[in-house]
């Protein structure tokens, strides 16, 4: 009798991880700290608290290997975790290829990706602390749809300034952060100084996470009973998404499965950030012996692969700290790209740390290459994927082709962040030919980059 061959490795709840990984305990060198937005300085505890709850600016400088879930994040957690880790049998077929392809499905949350790791605890902290109302940035939707769910799980006001190109072309986005009782607004808006400012000057801006981002911080500072909440980039964000990555290795061993790459989307590096940090642990325990570990981005907003690693503020208006990290710029707007989610100019700090310190490496794909993949995946596997996860898709099947045309077996692990069911207009383009591809000359970058830059204050450090 032929053996049928595993699909899917579960975990029961009781396997559910119960700590966070973090990261900063275990890197060789520590990356350089975010900077004052006004003196230029390393920032302190201090700096955070008019938008942060004291418990997540801990969590943001904290060296500790591993921070314990609390109880009543747990508890919202396991409405939906552990999340399936799949065996892509199907999608192998289809290619007709000789590696090994699984996959970590995000899609069974609530809002149907993996922001809700860290929208729940975010929302928990923030109440802990007796916040009243949470506000936020969001692109194509997910994190503002997670956010609003995750306010609604521990009593809180969200409100939700969505990226203009966005708020246009995914309206079921709204929909779903008004059920779960958000309020959204495009942006940029009338609503701040900052979204004022960009319609003044761009009266039909498409509108950037740098410009939202810029908007939901005005905001809360001037609300003493708001914090703002971001849903990636910072490091308690990433922190909270290594339940992701604790989890797969759990999976992957009851399967005495080890991986040979690892592949993921990035914008801002939380998805991608939270299934492999606990890998890299694993790697530099072992000396260096570990799988490699590759991001993929769009090619219309290319920041690892044609951004500089630099000093930059968080968003356009300059209200948050400078990080240093691979950016584009933060003024840069973006091509109005289906993958909303990925439309960011700069990267998360540890993301842009690890890839300059060799130990992961990152790659650009248009939205051409990944529709088609995640067609071919919606055909074989049976899921839809986000326009974001198509983009870890294409460089997965690239991969897969390059190991069958080379004669090699490897194990390829990828990051499927989540459903496309509320992006569909996106596939829409795509099936009747009016899906465009955009890339950006270096020249053209690098003099959007010297622009914003040359506008930051001295950084001496």
Known sequence: MAQVPQHKVVLDESEMPTRWYNILA??????????????????????????????????EVSTERYIDIPEEVQDV???WRPSPLFRAHRLERALGTTARIYYKYEGVSPAGSHKPNTAV????????????KLTTETGAGQWGTSLAFA??????ECEVWQVRASYDGKPYRKMMIETFGGTIHPSPSDLTEAGRAVLAEHPDSPGSLGVAISEAVEAAAGDPNANYALGSVLNHVLLHQTIIGEEALLQLAKIDESVDLIVGCTG???????????????????????????AVE?????????????YDFGDVAGLTPMMKMHTLGHDFIPDPIHAGGLRYHGMSPLISHLVEEGLM???????????????????SEGIIPAPEATHA???????????????????????????????MAAYDAYLTGSLTDHTWEDSELQESVAQALSRLPQVLV
């Open 393 to 423: 898709l294409a460089a997965t099947v690239d991969a897969a082709n390059a190991a069958t045309e080379a004669g090699e077996s490897p194990v390829i692990l990828t990051a499927l962040s989540g459903h496309g069911h509320v992006d």
């Open 26 to 59: 275990d890197l060789p060198t520590p990356p350089p700290p975010p900077l004052h937005p006004g003196t230029g300085q390393p920032i302190g505890p201090a700096d955070l608290t008019p938008i942060f709850p004291m418990d997540l600016i801990l969590q």
């Open 361 to 379: 490496e990152a790659v650009a794909k248009g939205q051409q290459d990944c529709f088609a993949a995640g067609v071919l995946f919606a055909r």
């Open 298 to 310: 769009p090619a219309s907003c290319p920041t690892l692969t044609q951004g500089v690693y630099a």
């Open 121 to 132: 605890p975010q929302a928990y902290y923030n109440a802990k602390a007796g916040i009243k």
């Open 268 to 294: 801002g590096g939380s998805n991608f950030g939270g299934l492999t940090f606990p890998f890299i642990r694993e790697t530099l325990a072992a000396g260096g012996a570990g799988p490699v570990i590759r």
């Open 151 to 156: 306010c609604a799980q521990f009593g809180l």
């Open 77 to 79: 957690y396991r409405l």
